[in-house]
């Protein structure tokens, strides 16, 4: 088997004096697709928020690893560069800075750290309008500030747009489908789904089957109360769809509490 | 021509007026009637500058210094200040290399050119550069127009008529403390007549500088657009103004005949003391424009950095039926910098209307209020005015504080008003950072952003240049 890209061992996380995550164990291989699932307040985010690298959470014990290498100690702008991109649950907005403009000083802070030359305002506005195409973006959101007044589904789109502007290794997809209309949650889930490669992961966090129709995990985790309670593979999904949270043994849910 | 060179020029003129008119070098400190003579005796004035000078200092001796606004600092001694002093040359550097590191660090961030650099930090500059070629294609230009753009005491020289007319007719000597100071001892300036149906194509531009040390600054802008003329002037520039604790009260007075529009662009830098507070200009401005014509139009713009003390409100009396005033002004304090300002749109006219944008940024220690009034007088039917007022902070020593003042005497007026204050948001730097950007982008790209609004009015250049110098003043704020 491959080196796991990244590697989340007994992750313990508490923040504002409450205990949020309490040990989470997590492997992903290159190349795999992982659906966390779970009810809300579970930890869902701060888990994706941890592995970016927010502030305010203090993480009490464990270890990740990304790339074999310990992800924690690393600064946002370090992680992002180095190929983690989460698309954030709640974008946010940026009164008065121009989406293009946003999205270029992005794409070149990240070229220049791979040591790849910086695009120019031409080739860049060339590969922004390829990648809006398959997302069936509408061009004048390029010329907004970020995310101001965007509708909900407009910001989650314009997260699958700088993640394919990006090109992550580890792309973490916070309910990416939740806003999203039928067939803009198709188009967005297609987009995603072009983007798996041997070399991408993904972590995809999401309430719905149908986002998973679209986007086949290899691997499906239940989280409960800041653990997961149940792993296991695309059918998890179904099954969880199916019959509600309440059918995974209550034991174990019990236990995590 | 570019915005640079003509500053240069015009730069190169100011130095040039000073030494062929002046050679004595300074009166004792200290104010009396025998030194206001002598000022205007030097500047070979005519005789009623001298008694309009005279009137302001009885008048000044009557008032005190007032201390309603929102900053603080130690008394002023006003018989310490030497009130005429002729520039001294800077001592001339032979090459950068004397020049402080920690400035040609700063002009680096800011993108000045090194000839520009020298000429800042006082190193001898080549003639190619003090170049006499480029002011006379300047001046000849704006000659040809009928365009008079000056030093103040060439204008008294050779336009006494004009000035005559127009000074002290917006800002009277009476009007405040500082105001007939400055009236009684204003030092020089900028004079700027746009004839009738003139739109002047071309940005006019001049540095304002503190030229010895401890000389208090008294500057005095007089700007009259004939009917139907149009002109654009650019005041100060990013480049640090060094000095030790100065008193700067300048006078600026604008006149919009009708149909008339000026804009007055103003980047302010003065040296805002040290990191502890220690240093830095007290900056206490009077700016007053008058829209006296129908249709007429002023607007002001300003990026205040600079100074220890801020103290200033540019305002317009919109006088003439359907005149237009702008207030647009982005105002950073740091460290221990204070700044209370803001504007007044004193409404007289019909269907007058004005619009007020205030971003006031404060990190460190910094204080800043931005105090408002909006007067509508009786006759001015269908009066508007829109204003909004938002303040960003970085970090929990620094304050913010708004105080509008409405008066309104005609019930046919509208006016709103918008207020917000907010903490810089560490989740849209934790969003940028998540996007690869590092924190002192994010904070650029985020208070750029905020500043959007004011940033669009300014000259292109000077946009650039502005935003540049946001960047150094908050450097290290966040974090
Ligand atoms: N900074 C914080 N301080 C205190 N409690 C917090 C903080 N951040 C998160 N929590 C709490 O931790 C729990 C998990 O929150 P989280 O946002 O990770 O849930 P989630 O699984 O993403 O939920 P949802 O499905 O609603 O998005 C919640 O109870 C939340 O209130
Ligand atoms: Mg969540």
């Known amino acids: 088997m491959a080196t796991p890209l990244l590697q989340v061992h007994n992750l313990n996380v508490e923040a504002g004096g409450n205990r949020i995550l309490t040990g989470i164990d997590l492997e992903i291989a290159p190349g795999e697709v992982h659906a966390i699932m779970g009810p809300n307040g579970s930890g869902k985010s701060t888990l994706a928020h941890v592995l970016a690298g927010r502030e305010g959470y203090d993480i009490t014990a464990g270890e990740v690893l990304y790339e074999g290498r310990n992800l924690l100690e690393l600064e946002p702008e370090e992680r992002a560069r180095g190929g983690v991109f989460l698309a954030f649950q709640y974008p946010v907005e940026i009164p008065g800075v121009n989406n293009t403009y946003f999205l270029k000083a992005a794409v070149n802070a990240v070229r220049k750290h791979r040591g790849e030359t910086e695009l120019d305002a031409m080739d860049f506005l060339a590969l922004v309008k390829e990648k809006m195409k398959l997302l069936e973006m509408d061009d004048s959101l390029l010329n907004r500030p970020v995310n101001e007044g965007f509708s909900g589904g407009e910001k989650k789109r314009n997260e699958i747009l700088q993640m394919a502007l990006l090109d992550p290794r580890l792309a973490v997809l916070d309910e990416t489908d939740s806003g999203l209309d039928i067939d803009a949650l198709r188009i967005v889930a297609r987009g995603v789904d072009s983007m798996r490669g041997a070399e991408r992961s993904f972590l995809v966090v999401t309430h719905y089957q149908r986002l998973l129709d679209y986007i086949v995990p290899d691997h499906v985790h239940v989280l409960a109360n800041g653990r997961i309670v149940k792993s296991g593979g695309k059918e998890l999904a179904l099954e969880l769809e199916e019959k509600g949270y309440s059918w995974i043994d209550d034991e174990v849910v019990k236990e995590a509490r | ?479």
């Open chain 2, 1 to 479: 021509m570019s915005t640079d060179s003509i500053r240069r020029v015009t730069e190169g003129e100011y130095k040039y007026g000073f030494t062929t008119e002046i050679e004595t070098d300074s009166v004792p400190p200290g104010l009396n009637e025998d030194v206001i003579r002598l000022i205007s005796a030097k500047k070979e004035e005519p005789e009623f500058m001298l008694e309009w000078r005279l009137k302001a200092y009885r008048q000044w001796l009557k008032m005190k210094e007032p201390h309603w606004a929102h900053v603080e600092y130690p008394p002023v001694d006003y018989q310490e200040i030497v009130y005429y002093s002729a520039p001294k040359q800077k001592p001339k550097l032979k090459s950068l290399d004397e020049v402080d590191p920690e400035l040609l660090e700063t002009f680096e961030k800011l993108g000045i050119s090194l000839e520009e650099q020298k000429r800042l930090a006082g190193v001898a500059v080549d003639a190619v550069f003090d170049s006499v070629s480029v002011a006379t294609t300047y001046k000849k230009k704006l000659g040809e127009l009928g365009i008079l753009f000056c030093s103040f005491s060439e204008a008294v020289r050779e336009h006494p008529e004009l000035v005559q007319k127009y000074l002290g007719s917006v800002v009277p000597y009476t009007d405040n403390f500082f105001a007939a100071l400055n009236s009684a001892v204003f030092s020089d300036g900028s004079f700027v007549y746009v004839p009738k149906g003139v739109r002047c194509p071309m940005e006019l531009s001049t540095y304002f500088r503190i030229n010895a040390a401890d000389t208090g600054q008294f500057e005095r802008t007089l700007i009259i657009a004939d009917e139907g003329a149009y002109v654009s002037y650019l005041e100060g520039c990013t480049a640090p103004m060094r000095d030790t604790n100065q008193l700067h009260a300048a006078v600026v007075e604008l006149v919009a005949l009708d149909d008339a529009e000026i804009k007055y662009s103003t980047v302010q830098n003065w040296y805002p003391g040290d990191k502890d507070g220690k240093g830095g200009i007290y900056n206490f401005v009077t700016k007053r424009g008058a829209c006296r014509g129908r249709n007429s139009k002023i607007s002001w713009t300003q990026v205040e950095t600079g100074s220890a003390i801020t103290w200033k409100y540019p305002s317009c009396i919109l006088q003439g039926d359907n005149s237009v005033g702008e207030f647009y002004s982005v105002a950073v304090t740091n460290h221990y910098q204070q700044a209370d300002t803001g504007t007044k749109m004193i409404h007289i006219g019909k269907n007058t209307r004005s619009t007020i944008i205030s971003k006031g940024i404060s990190a460190g220690h910094g204080q800043q209020s931005y105090r408002g009034l909006v007067k509508v007088m009786k006759g001015a039917d269908r009066a508007r005015n829109y204003s909004q007022c938002d303040s960003m902070l970085m970090g929990d020593r620094c304050g913010a504080h708004t105080f509008p003042y409405i008066e309104v005497k005609n019930p046919s007026a509208r006016l709103e008003h918008e207020a917000t204050t907010s903490k810089i948001g560490e989740d849209q730097i934790y969003y940028c950072k998540q996007r690869g950007l590092s924190e002192e982008d994010a904070v650029n790209l985020i208070v750029n952003g905020f500043c959007k609004e004011v940033f669009r009015e300014l000259p292109m250049e000077f946009a650039v240049e502005a935003q540049k110098l946001l960047s150094v003043t908050l450097e290290d704020a966040v974090g």
